[in-house]
């Protein structure tokens, strides 16, 4: 069983920056892909930035050269650096990962953690 918490989140004005953190326990060393999403009112739920079973990295267009996805410590922290914060950034943040080699339907979560930027 593959339990996630997520940390990190707060308010923000817009330009700011925030890093997220994410602790997966019960995941063994490098197995499977870790990601993360976000739930807006607006948008629904977008795969944010996501690392594959093969290192391979995905970042939706909109973060593009503003979010930086990270897996350290053997699997076991994922993190989401974010720069040049925008108010379309406001959203609850979710760490998610699973056993197979990508993370298009993650099969666990984490709790989430909210982002506000303010202009």
């Known amino acids: 069983q593959v339990q996630l918490k997520e940390s990190g989140g707060g308010s923000v004005q817009a330009g700011e920056s925030l890093r997220l953190s994410c602790e997966a326990s019960?995941?063994?060393?490098?197995?499977?892909?870790m990601a993360w999403y976000r739930r807006s009112s607006e948008k629904g739920l977008e795969r944010v930035a996501s690392v594959d079973q093969d290192g391979t990295i995905y970042y939706m267009d909109s973060v593009k050269g503003r979010f930086v996805i990270s897996l350290e410590n053997a699997g076991h922290n994922l993190y989401l650096q974010m720069y040049d914060l925008k108010t379309e950034d406001t959203a609850m943040y979710y760490c998610a990962a699973d056993l197979g080699p990508r993370c298009t339907v993650p099969a666990y979560w984490g709790q989430g953690t909210q982002v506000t930027v303010s202009s």
């Open positions: 019960g995941r063994t060393y490098n197995s499977g892909c």
